[in-house]
């Protein structure tokens, strides 16, 4: 266990009193629906990208992603190759498109909204749906970031993993009820740029020798730690193994809470500079979190994982073996940056969709601004009691929760956004078929193993969704005129709007 100390608590505590005031600030600036759920459509380039990295990366790229490479090797390069790729082609594919046609679609906050806007959904079954998905999958979603602020604080203060995780929720509870999506934005630049920092500082100071010595001894450790075909028992990686890892980065086309930044930009202009920054931030942390679970070996008297009972603590291990205890504490605040960053946007994705897609939808739809940013500031505190209850388990593993998330909004929205942004004669059927197949598949899927159904659940929801939209559609006849119309004023904005 890392030693408590005041320098510690002390770097704790002041980071926490700057994200509070943050918080605070913001909401002096939130008004409406708008700007608690999207910010006012006003962040810049760098809070863009930096907000969508954040919390994207969560929790799990500094003790998640470290622990798999810590005890897989190169094994783990496949996953993390396979979200570059996806976070570059959702920057480069959707976010332009989406900002302008969620704008043009009477300004939808929501994704549920959008695409019930979109395909001119009267009876709001997809705008309803949608937002159960949402609900279902973020409760597990944000719980990864619960348990992770637990083995945080159960970490580095020795505290009694309950409490642990009591204390990281209010934390992330306490600034997201107040400022909304302001608070977060802000706070994800913040966020952002520590666990980049943390994530270059830690390897490189602990990777005394360079790699030519570290690669010499994992390879005297474990030759197969340096192999990425195969496992770290020298068993050839097989192509369901390696397929599932390469398919995280279909996921991303389906995050409700990274799309949230697409739409949250200021301007079209500035996505192709917040593009570039995101996948150049991306590519630094990811190296970085998976350097660290390669030098973290090291730190450790065995080839795999034997003397450390849970891996994903390998980050907090390695900067109390390197460093002062007051940078110790500056570089373990990243690891807080990074859990309050995504949990932070999940409650507020999961407020919006009870808020704008159940509240005002099914219950009063003469709801006022302030009556609707009420029940958002209300469903915050809801949905983290019930993904804190979900999180209180110990032996939870941080990217266990993510994987099934990730997958469950990768399949159920990535084909939907994607063919509703670019397929003019999708229809609402075909939409509503697509969400629904796409996310009962996960659920399912998840449930079965052997053979075929080793394959991660992202793979064949994805799949059966695409198909889904494509066969409905068509079975079911061309979309309304006035889908088709609207369709067509969208691309037109694309060429005309800032």
């Known amino acids: 266990?890392?030693?408590?100390?005041?320098?510690?608590?002390?770097?704790?505590?002041?980071?926490?009193?700057?994200?509070?005031?943050?918080?605070?600030?913001?909401?002096?600036?939130?008004?409406?629906?708008?700007?608690?759920?999207?910010?006012?459509?006003?962040?810049?380039p760098w809070p863009t990208a930096l907000s969508a990295g954040a919390s994207d990366m969560s929790g799990w790229l500094l003790l998640g992603l470290p622990g798999y490479a810590f005890a897989a090797g190169l094994e783990s390069f496949w996953i993390a190759g396979g979200l570059f790729v996806g976070t570059w082609l959702n920057w480069l594919i959707c976010a332009k498109r989406l900002r302008t046609y969620s704008i043009k679609a009477n300004n939808a906050l929501t994704l549920p909204d959008f695409l019930s806007i979109r395909f001119n959904d009267k009876s709001k079954l997809i705008q309803t749906i949608s937002a159960l998905f949402i609900l279902l999958f973020f409760l597990f979603y944000t719980s990864?970031?619960?348990?992770?602020?637990?083995?945080?604080?159960?970490?580095?203060?020795?505290?009694?993993?309950?409490?642990?995780?009591?204390?990281?929720?209010?934390?992330?509870?306490?600034?997201?009820?107040f400022g909304g999506f302001l608070a977060v934005a802000w706070t994800d630049l913040v966020q952002g740029l520590m666990m980049s920092a943390a994530l270059v500082i830690v390897p490189l100071v602990a990777l005394d020798g360079g790699w030519s010595e570290l690669s010499s001894t994992l390879m005297a450790k474990n030759p197969d730690l340096l192999n990425i075909w195969t496992n770290v028992s020298g068993e050839p990686l097989t192509a369901i193994g390696i397929i599932s890892l390469v398919a995280w980065g279909l996921g991303y086309f389906g995050q409700p809470h990274i799309l949230a930044?697409?739409?949250?930009?200021?301007?079209?202009?500035?996505?192709?500079?917040?593009?570039?920054?995101?996948?150049?931030?991306?590519?630094?942390?990811?190296?970085?979190?998976?350097?660290?679970?390669?030098?973290?070996?090291?730190?450790?008297?065995?080839?795999?994982?034997?003397?450390?009972?849970?891996?994903?603590?390998?980050?907090?291990?390695?900067?109390?073996?390197?460093?002062?205890?007051?940078?110790?504490?500056?570089?373990?605040?990243?690891?807080?940056?990074?859990?309050?960053?995504?949990?932070?946007?999940?409650?507020?994705?999961?407020?919006?969709?009870?808020?704008?897609?159940?509240?005002?939808?099914?219950?009063?739809?003469?709801?006022?601004?302030?009556?609707?940013?009420?029940?958002?500031?209300?469903?915050?505190?809801?949905?983290?009691?019930?993904?804190l209850v979900l999180a209180l388990n110990p032996e939870s593993s941080v990217l266990g929760l993510v994987s099934?998330?990730?997958?469950?909004?990768?399949?159920?929205?990535?084909?939907?956004?994607?063919?509703?942004?670019?397929?003019?004669?999708?229809?609402?059927?075909?939409?509503?078929?697509?969400?629904?197949?796409?996310?009962?598949?996960?659920v399912v899927w998840k449930q079965l193993t052997g053979g075929i159904f080793d394959l991660y659940e992202i793979v064949p929801g994805f799949l059966l969704s695409t198909i889904a939209i494509f066969v409905v559609s068509l079975a079911t006849g061309a979309p309304e005129e006035s889908v088709t119309d609207s369709f067509d004023e969208y691309e037109k904005a694309l060429d005309t709007m800032d």
């Open 1 to 44: 266990m890392i030693e408590s100390s005041y320098a510690i608590s002390f770097t704790f505590l002041a980071y926490l009193v700057v994200m509070l005031g943050i918080g605070l600030y913001a909401y002096k600036r939130t008004s409406s629906s708008e700007d608690y759920f999207l910010g006012g459509r006003s962040l810049g």
């Open 144 to 177: 990864s970031g619960l348990v992770a602020g637990g083995k945080l604080f159960e970490t580095v203060f020795g505290l009694d993993y309950t409490y642990a995780v009591v204390i990281g929720t209010v934390c992330v509870v306490s600034y997201t009820l």
């Open 261 to 387: 930044r697409f739409k949250a930009s200021r301007s079209n202009k500035d996505i192709k500079t917040a593009r570039r920054i995101a996948v150049i931030w991306t590519f630094i942390s990811m190296a970085g979190a998976l350097l660290i679970g390669l030098v973290g070996i090291n730190f450790v008297d065995s080839s795999l994982s034997g003397n450390l009972a849970d891996p994903e603590k390998i980050f907090m291990i390695l900067v109390n073996a390197v460093f002062h205890p007051v940078v110790a504490g500056i570089l373990l605040a990243a690891i807080l940056a990074a859990i309050m960053s995504t949990a932070d946007s999940q409650l507020l994705v999961s407020s919006s969709a009870l808020a704008e897609d159940f509240y005002k939808q099914l219950f009063n739809k003469e709801a006022t601004q302030k009556q609707i940013v009420n029940v958002g500031r209300f469903a915050v505190v809801a949905i983290s009691i019930v993904a």
């Open 404 to 442: 099934y998330a990730w997958a469950g909004f990768g399949a159920a929205f990535g084909p939907a956004i994607l063919l509703s942004l670019f397929w003019r004669n999708m229809n609402r059927n075909g939409a509503l078929a697509g969400i629904v197949i796409g996310g009962v598949t996960v």
